[in-house]
Every structure is written in C-alpha cells, then in structure tokens.
C-alpha cells in the first residue's frame, strides 16, 4: 500500500530525511518512531502530497506522489501535526466541508459523517463551534476528517497528543479496529503507543532509518548487555576495578547516589552470583542487587542517542530496573 | 456541490461569523454615503448660486455628485479591500490548516479561484448596498444613467483587481497584518505609476507605465468611455494576480 523507496528531503541548509526507505503492506498497521525533530513529519508530509521528496519515490495505494498526487489524495486519510480545524465552523459543517472537498453528497456525505461522529464519540459537540472545543476534542475532529471518506491508507501524525488516557486507548483501539481493512502509518514518540497498536516499528533518527522490525524482535534483537543495579553500604576506592574484573563484568558505572553502581555484564551471562560474593568477602555491606532488562524504551533511547554520539551511560542510568529482585 | 463551490461556501460562512465583514461593510457604507451626501449638498449650494446669478439652474449631477464619488470610490476601496482579503491565505497557513488543504483531492487552481469568487462575493453585496443611492437621486433628479452603469462596471472590475492583489498578498505570508499592508502597498504603488508615467511625458516608457496604472483605465469607465482596451487591462492583470497566487500557493509546499 505504501512504497517508500531511497527518499531524502533536503531544506536549504539541512537534511531532514536521508535516504529512508520502508513499506507498509495492505492492512498493515506501522508505527514511525523517532524522537521531535527526526524527521517523522516531513516523511509523513512527502506521503501525504503535501510536499515532494528531493530524491526518491515514494508510491503510496498505487500512484506516485510525485507524478499522481491527486489519485494519492484521494485515497489517503491525513492527519497532520495539528489537527487541521476551522475555529469559526462547527463540527458538523466543519465534516461537510471536508467531505465535499472529496467529493462526497447528499446520503453518502450525511452517512459517513454520522459514523465518523458516533465513532469518535462527537455527537454531544456535533452543533459546536470549534474555537470552543478542548485539544482533545480537536484531535478527535481531526481524526473524524481524516477518517471521513473511509481511505484505504491512513496517515496520522502523532494522532494520540492531547488526549487525556482514557481517550488514548479509545484511539488506539479504533486504530486497531482500523488495521485489516486499512493501511495505517502512524507517527509517534510514545513507545507504549507502538507496541500497544502496531504490528512493525520503523525507528528513525536524525533524519536515517536506524531499525525495523516487530516491537518484540527489536527489543530481543538490541538485547546486547544485561545490567545490574548493586547498592552497596560501604563501597571501598577500588569496588570499581574489583567489580570489573569480576567474570562477564564489562564495564561498571557509578551514577547518582554514592554507593550505587551499574554493571554492564555480557550477554547471556548472570553475574549476579559473582557480585554477591565479592560484595560479601569484601565487606562492602551489600544492601541490594538486582538485574535491569532492557525495555522497548531504552532501546529506543539507545538507537536514537548513541545516533547523536552521547554515552552509553546515559541509557544505563534512565534504564528502569525489572522486578526481579535477586 | 463542486469544491469550488464548497470552498465558497465555507468561506462566505467564514466571512459572516467574524466580524470582519460586519465592521469593514459598514464602515465602507457609511462612508460612501456621507460622500454622496457632501456632493449632493454641495452640487445643491451650487445650483443655489446659480439660481440666484442666471434666476435659472441646470447642474449636472453626473459630474458633481457621480464623477466624485466615483473617483473617492478607488480610495476607499484601495483601504477596505486588503482587510477583507488578508485572512484568505495567511489564516490557513497560521492555524495549520493550508496543509489539510492542500492535501485535499483538489487542485490548487480551485482553491484559488474558491477564495477569491468568495471575497468578491462579498465585495459585490457590499458595492450593490450603494446602489440606493443613485435610485434615491433618482427620485429627485434627472441624471443620465449610461455613465453611473459604466462607472459601476468600473467599480467591479476595480474592485475585482483589487482583490485579486490581496489574495497574492495573503498567499505570500502567515501573517494577516503584513498581508494586509503588502497588498495597500503595491496598489498604492499601481496607482502612483499613473503618476510616474505622466512625469515621463508622451514617451513610450510613459505611456507604458501609465498602461500599467489603474487609474486611466478606471477614469474611461467612469466617464462612460467602455473601451475593450480597458477591460483588457482588468481582465488581464486580474489574471496575472491570481495565476501568481497559484504559483506561490504551490511553491510554499517546497519550503
């Protein structure tokens, strides 16, 4: 449904995509995941025909961006960055124009706005003006507009900012209603928000695709260490070396409180035993231990900050410990 | 419903819920009307003075009040037309919604030509308000209608230029304000090539920077001249305008 072949994006002085590529099958649902400023908007800008692609092709329910750009608005659902309303209409003549641009009429326009209204949960506002509404509603207008011609692609750029919670898994539970029957590309920098709706996840960062693939298998894939959070009551000066020089132990951080260390141990390989031990002979005064997983957040910390050159540490130390105490 | 037609129609609701239109129309009436007044009191103390000189008058209500007006009329629209332009682009581009427009199945030449037949719908309710005011002279006095009828055409097809400067001036920037003034600024400048021409003389650059002022044109209308090369020129650079509008819709997307 949607092929997105070797484009790039570049602005007068910076690149904001670079070669990026990926592809969205029939039915699938596919979450864009990248921290502010990755490049997510001006992907989702190029798909949507509101901007071409400086190199590349992108072939979205059939038709080039590029060369079709009408046949490609026809079929697609846009939902941009801010939900693209007119504060002086209500809901429904807001929904009317929308579906006349489209070329929607009579019972057909009167159908679809009806499922859209009672789909998202409008119809209490449908004779209010806009302007009125809160940013969640607007969202959800927003996402009624998209929804409203019953697109076979959806693209919807960050489509759960200014919900409250509850109103987020309504929308993600609708686009999980979505999936099957419509392609959907979704942006966001919420993990949750990808694992919870998405069936792939595209990792970008600084404008390169840096991993693809299902939430599970990414998590599992960047595995490559396993951690240990060990506190200690009375840490000598040389724990450190003493603690890396135990089997499996690469590499020993010291962060936050004195006498907290994180270990950075090989894959595979408890050294949790290990540490205990030293810890005990030592004399240290051994107050906890506990093995940290990598969760899909760290994952995401790590592909998208080590991109930029910062310190593993930094994704150590926002690393938050598993419940399994040792 | 065409998009065309939809757009036209959101855009005169538009129009008519802020009050814009309300503030600017009224002001444009109340204007136009105490002008006419001002003439018709002072083509009255004329008409006094002759009476009282030749014991007979017969004034010409066609110069002193329909001429005057007329000639006011290029000023006061010159001021009013900008504001009621200047939301046209600039608004959907700051409240982000040029990106769902443009996104939308339909061609950029039709949100071009939506925005600018509703403005101008406006533009025409408005001029077609003043239109009591040549029947109630009517009522009172003998005036010859070709030169009012012309003049009106002049109107439209002023007003209609006009407009079409505002809707690339809104096309060209996000803010309302500098739309605004961009597009007061480069009519003021249409109208004083006029004057930049006749400092020229009778020299072909003259004359064709005379050509590209308005007010020649204009002038021919309101005397009751109707000339093809007139309306040429209306009917051209009201294209112009809005054919760079389109261009400047379409590369804001490149940006």
């Given amino acids: 449904m949607i092929e997105v072949q070797q484009i790039t994006k570049r602005y007068a002085h910076h690149t904001a995509i670079d070669r990026v590529s990926f592809s969205v099958a029939k039915g699938e649902v596919l979450a864009f995941l990248g921290p502010n400023g990755a490049g997510k908007t001006t992907t989702m800008r190029i798909l949507s025909c509101f901007m071409p692609a400086t190199e590349g092709k992108a072939v979205v329910a059939g038709f080039d961006c590029a060369d079709q750009p009408l046949e490609v608005k026809r079929r697609i659902g846009y939902l941009p960055e801010t939900p693209p309303v007119y504060l002086e209409l209500t809901v429904t003549e807001y929904l009317q124009f929308v579906g006349r641009l489209r070329g929607l009429s009579g019972k057909m326009l009167t159908s679809s706005m009806q499922r859209e209204i009672e789909r998202l949960g409008l119809g209490t506002i449908q004779h209010r003006l806009i302007g009125n509404l809160s940013r969640g509603y607007r969202q959800r207008v927003g996402l009624a507009q998209a929804l409203l011609h019953d697109p076979q692609v959806l693209i919807l750029d960050e489509p759960t900012v200014g919900l409250d919670p509850k109103q987020i898994i309504e929308i993600r539970e609708l686009i999980k209603n979505l999936a099957g029957s419509h392609s959907v590309i979704l942006s966001t920098h919420i993990l949750p928000e990808a694992t919870a709706v998405c069936q792939r996840v595209v990792i970008i960062s600084g404008g390169r695709i840096v991993a693809e693939d299902t939430p599970e298998q990414l998590a599992a894939r960047l595995r490559q260490s396993e951690k240990i959070s060990l506190t200690l009551k009375s840490p000598a000066p040389d724990t450190d070396r003493l603690l890396k020089s135990v089997q499996g132990v690469q590499n020993v951080f010291t962060s936050g409180a004195p006498g907290t260390f994180l270990l950075e141990c090989e894959l595979g390989r408890d050294a949790r035993e290990e540490v205990a031990r030293l810890a005990v002979t030592s004399g240290w005064g051994l107050l906890e231990l506990k093995a940290i997983s990598m969760t899909l957040e760290d994952v995401f910390l790590h592909l998208t900050r080590t991109e930029e050159g910062l310190a593993q540490g930094a994704v150590a130390a926002t690393a938050e410990p598993a419940d399994q105490p040792a | ?255």
């Fill in chain 2, 1 to 255: 419903m065409t998009p065309v037609q939809a757009i036209i129609a959101k855009e005169l609701r538009s129009y008519f819920v802020s009050p814009v239109v309300y503030v600017v129309g009224s002001m444009f009436l109340l204007i136009v009307g105490l002008l006419a007044y001002l003439y018709v009191v002072f083509a009255g103390a004329q008409a006094i003075q002759l009476m009282q000189m030749r014991g007979s008058a017969q004034i010409n209500l066609n110069d002193l009040v329909f001429r005057n007006l007329f000639s006011s009329m290029r000023f006061i629209l010159l001021i009013i037309l900008p504001i009621l332009t200047m939301r046209l682009f600039a608004e959907e581009r700051k409240l982000r919604t040029f990106e769902f427009l443009l996104t939308s199945p339909i061609g950029i030449n039709e949100i071009v030509a939506g925005k600018f037949m509703s403005v101008l719908l406006v533009f025409l309710g408005l001029l077609g308000l003043t239109g009591f005011l040549p029947l109630v002279l009517a009522l009172f006095s003998d005036f010859n209608w070709y030169p009012v009828l012309t003049g009106y055409l002049g109107l439209i097809l002023l007003g209609a230029l006009f407009l079409s400067v505002g809707v690339l001036a809104s096309a060209l920037t996000e803010n309302q304000i500098v739309a605004a003034f961009v597009s007061f600024g480069l009519l003021l400048v249409l109208w004083l090539l006029a004057d930049v021409g006749s400092l020229l003389g009778d020299t072909a650059i003259g004359q064709a920077i005379s050509y590209l002022s308005f007010i020649e044109h204009y002038d021919h209308l309101v005397r009751g001249m109707v000339d093809t090369k007139d309306l040429t020129y209306f009917v051209s650079g009201l294209a112009l305008m809005l054919f760079l509008s389109h261009r400047v819709v379409d590369s804001t997307r490149w940006k």
